[in-house]
C-alpha cells in the first residue's frame, strides 16, 4: 500500500528490530537446547575420559601392563571413542598386554584373569602420528571379539574375519566423529 498507514507484512515477529530481535534470540535459545541434548545423549551413551582411566586403572598397576603415563593416556583417549556397552563388555572381558605384535586371542575355554579374551597392542602404535589410525588398530581387535571371533585354522576364513572387524572399527569411529 504505497503512501498509506497500512504497513506491508514481514517475516519479522511484532516488536523484533530488523537485523534479528527476538528471531535471532529464539534460534540461538533452540540451538542451546539442541546442544544440551546432544550432551545428554553423549553421557547417555559414553564414559567421559576420566570414567575410563578409572575403569582400566588395573592397567596402572606396576608390573601388569607396562605402559607409560603418555601411553595410557592415549590408550584411555582410544577407548573412550566406543559406547559405553562395548566399553564395559570389554572391561569385563578382554585383558590387554604390551607386545611386539597387534592381535586378539580368543580364549575359548580357557581364561587369564578371567577374562574370555586377550588382545595384545603394540607399542608401536602409541607413536603413530594419525589418531585415528592409532584408534583404528585397537578398535579392530576389539571387534574380532565383540563379532565372536574364533582363532581359527582356516586361512580362508581370515580375509571375511578382517574385513569384518576393519567394517566395525570404522563404524565406531564414524559414530563417534
Not at 28 to 34: D, H, P, Q, S, V
Request: charged content about 35%.
Amino acid at each position: 500500500m504505497a503512501g498509506g498507514s497500512g504497513s506491508a507484512p514481514t517475516d519479522q515477529g511484532e516488536g523484533e528490530e530488523e537485523g534479528g530481535g527476538k528471531g535471532e534470540a529464539l534460534m540461538i535459545k533452540e540451538n542451546l537446547e539442541t546442544i544440551d541434548q546432544l550432551k545428554r545423549e553423549y553421557k547417555k551413551n559414553y564414559y567421559s575420559l576420566d570414567e575410563i582411566k578409572e575403569i582400566f586403572n588395573i592397567y596402572r598397576v606396576p608390573g601388569e601392563f607396562e605402559i607409560e603415563d603418555d601411553e595410557y593416556e592415549i590408550f584411555c583417549i582410544i577407548l573412550r571413542i566406543l559406547k559405553k556397552r562395548i566399553i564395559d563388555k570389554v572391561e569385563k572381558e578382554i585383558y590387554f598386554f604390551i607386545s611386539q605384535k597387534a592381535c586378539y586371542l580368543n580364549l575359548e575355554s580357557k581364561s587369564i584373569k578371567n577374562k574370555k579374551g586377550i588382545i595384545f597392542i603394540n607399542r608401536d602404535i602409541f607413536n603413530i602420528s594419525d589418531n585415528r589410525c592409532k584408534a583404528f588398530t585397537v578398535h579392530h581387535e576389539i571387534a574380532h571379539y565383540i563379532l565372536g571371533h574364533k582363532n581359527i585354522d582356516n586361512s580362508k576364513e581370515i580375509p571375511r574375519f578382517e574385513s569384518e572387524a576393519d567394517k566395525l572399527a570404522h563404524e565406531w569411529w564414524d559414530e563417534f566423529y
